[in-house]
């Protein structure tokens, strides 16, 4: 019964570390010198490192009329 315990704890430890909260952290940077760069963060939770670094970047990644943002994942 110990050894079933010992088991079960260890599954679930392994299965909590996999998925966790990450920061999409960005950066908008104006080419306009009047204008502060601005900073973001997002969060992701429950999820993945490798899609969350791929769906950080599809959703908030960009270029508009002299604005450029670029993200990246951070710890949390």
């Known amino acids: 019964m110990k050894?079933?315990?010992l088991?079960?704890?260890v599954g679930m430890l392994?299965?909590?570390s996999c998925k966790k909260t990450y920061i999409c952290q960005c950066t908008t940077e104006?080419?306009?010198?009047?204008i502060e760069d601005g900073y973001s963060?997002?969060?992701?939770?429950?999820v993945l490192?490798?899609?969350t670094s791929?769906?950080?970047?599809?959703?908030?990644?960009?270029?508009?009329s002299g604005a450029k943002t670029t993200c990246e994942i951070v710890d949390f």
């Open 3 to 5: 050894k079933i315990i």
């Open 49 to 51: 490192e490798g899609s």
């Open 30 to 34: 104006f080419s306009n010198s009047n």
């Open 41 to 46: 963060n997002f969060f992701y939770e429950g």
């Open 54 to 64: 791929k769906k950080c970047k599809e959703d908030n990644e960009g270029s508009v």
């Open 14 to 16: 392994l299965m909590s």
């Open 7 to 9: 088991v079960a704890a």
